[in-house]
């Protein structure tokens, strides 16, 4: 699938709070300026979640600038969301979103379902390992659709 590298992706998912921004950072960490990389949710009514920032950070990805937004904030600031070759949906609500773009623009949407790690674990470390395991799931989707990363 390397091949056929996209020149855009949108990660998206409920809240572009915790697994989305951590795509959005993988996706810039592994593969550099190889794509046109953001993320949105289809609400934004959350900051970036810090367990999210945490398990990013043990890889060397910030995310602690990062600002939540949602298609309909993305579209009022003039980003055309046609623009995006592929959309990549890491929750049913997002998924559900971008196929509605579907009826207007011509774009690929894929479903990643990613583990939503945020009712998980009972103390730090337990929650710590469930985000860990959402951004790892992640990370191993990316390689087998991107392929190797960027040198």
């Not at 190889?34 to 060397?60: H, K, P, T, W």
């Not at 009022?76 to 070759?85: A, E, I, K, N, P």
């Not at 979103?97 to 894929?110: D, G, I, N, P």
Request: negative net charge.
């Amino acid at each position: 699938m390397a091949d056929n590298f996209p020149q855009s992706v949108l990660f998206c998912c409920d809240h572009n709070a915790v697994r989305s921004p951590m795509a959005e950072g993988l996706m810039k960490q592994m593969y550099g300026q190889r794509a046109y990389v953001q993320s949105a949710g289809v609400r934004n009514d959350m900051e970036i979640d810090g367990f999210s920032i945490a398990v990013c950070r043990e890889l060397g990805i910030e995310l602690a600038r990062h600002r939540s937004r949602s298609f309909e904030e993305m579209q009022q600031w003039g980003d055309d969301l046609s623009q995006f070759d592929l959309i990549v949906a890491l929750s049913p609500a997002s998924q559900r979103m971008a196929l509605e773009l579907t009826r207007f623009h011509h774009l690929e949407v894929v479903y990643w379902p990613i583990l939503d790690p945020t009712g998980i674990g009972d103390g730090r470390d337990a929650k710590l390992n469930a985000y860990r395991q959402a951004r790892d799931q992640i990370k191993e989707r990316m390689l087998a659709r991107f392929g190797m990363p960027t040198a």
